[in-house]
């Protein structure tokens, strides 16, 4: 099995660890499962096929939509009603794809969060396949906020083992590409003063950090590999649940949804 399709099964495995062992977010996580089953059979049939398309290009439609209805017909039956009533939006299908595609990543689109939501859960494959066959780019910037690669915001954080400390980066939303980002800098609004960053846990998944901004009242959720190694951020931020809850109740908004919406 080829490598890149090895990070879809990863990902569904542990989704199906963490809802056995944490029962607050199983729901949630066999409903990601089934999604991601979905999503790795896209991925592999991008991968078997050849085409043309660009992550700063036109999207590919002719390619994807013959995905769509199947992908609507599971969203509908297994969704929380929110996304299946969005996803009704999406059968008329080009539009909003196209409008994700052109502005949605970077939260510019026309587009609500919940309508973004279906678009993006179908196009992130995709995104990922133009990913995985595109040359790193080089960037001025040190720290940059968006996806050197695609322009999108950053989903979840990722801390990994350096010397004595932990080393931060940053996953993008819609291409899964990953960048290094300093470590006391909010992703939202650039503010590197310590005491305006605080850091939250919480007990039931001690390595998920919410990453707080009290200047611009956004917040990241960071996964810590450095205390749980299995950790695959995604998934393991999709199952911190409570920690989105309260983070929303005080005042903090994420840099960009989940599945869940959250
Ligand atoms: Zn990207
Ligand atoms: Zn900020």
Redesign the pocket.
């Known amino acids: 099995m080829s490598r890149s399709l090895a990070k879809w099964d990863q990902r569904i495995r542990r989704a199906g660890e963490l809802a056995a062992k944490h029962s607050f977010a199983a729901e949630a996580l066999h409903f990601y499962g089934r999604i991601a089953v979905f999503q790795k059979s896209l991925y592999a049939s991008l991968e078997a096929g050849k085409g043309t398309g660009a992550l700063r290009g036109d999207l590919e439609l002719p390619r994807l939509l013959p995905h769509l209805p199947p992908f609507l017909a599971l969203i509908e039956s297994i969704a929380p009603l929110p996304l299946a009533q969005a996803a009704a939006e999406l059968k008329s299908g080009r539009d909003v794809l196209e409008e994700f595609w052109r502005h949605g990543r970077q939260g510019t689109a026309t587009l609500t969060d919940a309508e973004a939501l279906p678009a993006w859960t179908f196009l992130q494959p995709y995104a990922e396949h133009l990913a995985d066959h595109s040359e790193p780019t080089q960037t001025q910037e040190t720290t940059p906020a968006l996806c050197p690669l695609c322009s999108s915001r950053p989903h979840v954080g990722v801390l990994r083992q350096q010397g004595d400390g932990g080393k931060r980066s940053l996953i993008c939303a819609l291409c899964a590409t990953e960048w290094d980002y300093r470590r006391i800098v909010?992703?939202?609004?650039?503010?590197e003063s310590v005491d305006?960053?605080p850091v939250y846990t919480a007990e039931e998944l001690p390595h998920v950090r919410v990453e707080a901004?009290?200047?611009?009242?956004?917040y990241i959720k960071t996964i810590d590999l450095t205390k749980d190694g299995r950790a695959v951020p995604v998934v393991d931020e999709l199952a911190a649940i409570p920690l989105s809850l309260w983070a929303g109740e005080n005042g903090y908004m994420k840099v960009s949804a989940n599945l869940l919406g959250l």
């Open positions: 909010c992703p939202a609004c650039g503010e305006k960053l901004c009290d200047t611009c009242h956004h």
